[in-house]
């Protein structure tokens, strides 16, 4: 057997065996979650608008219901829409997500359901037939499916947690980890005045055998990158993320209505 395969074999087999020591922990609540309503907008890599969205968001005790839609130029759709507790940590209750249209080709409906582990998702092949996958899922209580921004805005820079979990809306359900660093403090401006923006970037861990394969072969998903105005009420800003597998990176941004005669 030749030294590199031997020395592949062993690293695979190192990664099968492997565990995280630490726990999967729900980020703590520092920030409560409430009423909220923001008008969002999708750009291509060259700057090219793609859709307009919104964020709509309501709570009901400890319980928060918060969905982003965006109805796209060419028709497509995305619309996820996640259910969340906060008692003392952020934990999902129920997670569904929809993506059809030319700018999703194939389409996906995902459901997530926490309590009992169940995960559903409906999607179409090469060949436009339908296909369900149907599973039961040992879910971590950090598991972040459209919760990434609220969890973000309760992290301390210093004190971040080792990873972030998620189920990958892929044809086949798969849980990922996502380690969070931050890449620095940046500013911006809006009405002549100067503030600070924190800027994290999040990476996809693959772990396995899958997860040493992927940078090989190009398959390791790109860093997506999230920006968190600091202060005593952080807010999202901005995002630069793939919505979906092999997609590219779009940028998402809170905009502010124009009135008739504004440009």
């Not at 690293?11 to 923001?38: C, F, K, N, Q, S």
């Not at 009992?116 to 599973?135: L, M, S, Y």
């Not at 459209?146 to 080792?162: M, T």
Request: some cysteine; aromatic content about 8%; hydrophobic content about 45%.
């Amino acid at each position: 057997m030749e030294p590199r395969t031997r020395s592949f074999l062993a690293l695979a087999t190192a990664a099968l065996l492997w565990t995280r020591v630490a726990a999967a922990e729900p980020v703590v609540v520092r920030h409560v979650e409430g009423l909220v309503h923001d008008f969002l907008s999708l750009r291509s890599p060259g700057g090219d608008s793609l859709a307009e969205g919104e964020l709509i968001q309501n709570a009901q005790g400890d319980r928060v219901t918060s969905r982003v839609v965006f109805h796209f130029r060419d028709g497509s759709l995305y619309d996820q829409t996640a259910v969340f507790s906060q008692r003392g940590h952020f934990q999902l209750i129920s997670f569904h997500l929809v993506q059809k249209g030319p700018a999703f080709e194939p389409s996906l409906d995902m459901t997530i359901d926490c309590p009992t582990g169940h995960v559903t998702i409906a999607h179409e092949n090469e060949r436009g037939e339908k296909k369900v996958e149907d599973e039961y899922m040992d879910l971590p209580a950090d598991l972040a499916n459209g919760l990434i921004p609220v969890l973000l805005k309760n992290l301390q820079p210093d004190e971040l947690p080792a990873s972030l979990s998620l189920v990958a809306a892929t044809p086949k359900p798969r849980l990922v980890k996502i380690t969070v660093t931050v890449a620095g403090a940046e500013s911006f401006s809006f009405a002549g005045s100067t503030r600070k923006a924190a800027h994290y970037v999040l990476k996809v861990d693959i772990s396995g055998i899958a997860g040493l394969i992927a940078p090989l072969v190009g398959k390791q998903p790109p860093d997506s990158h999230v920006w968190i105005l600091e202060g005593i009420a952080p807010a999202f800003l901005r995002s630069q993320a793939p919505m979906f597998m092999d997609g590219p990176i779009w940028q998402m941004d809170i905009v502010r209505p124009v009135w008739p005669g504004e440009r």
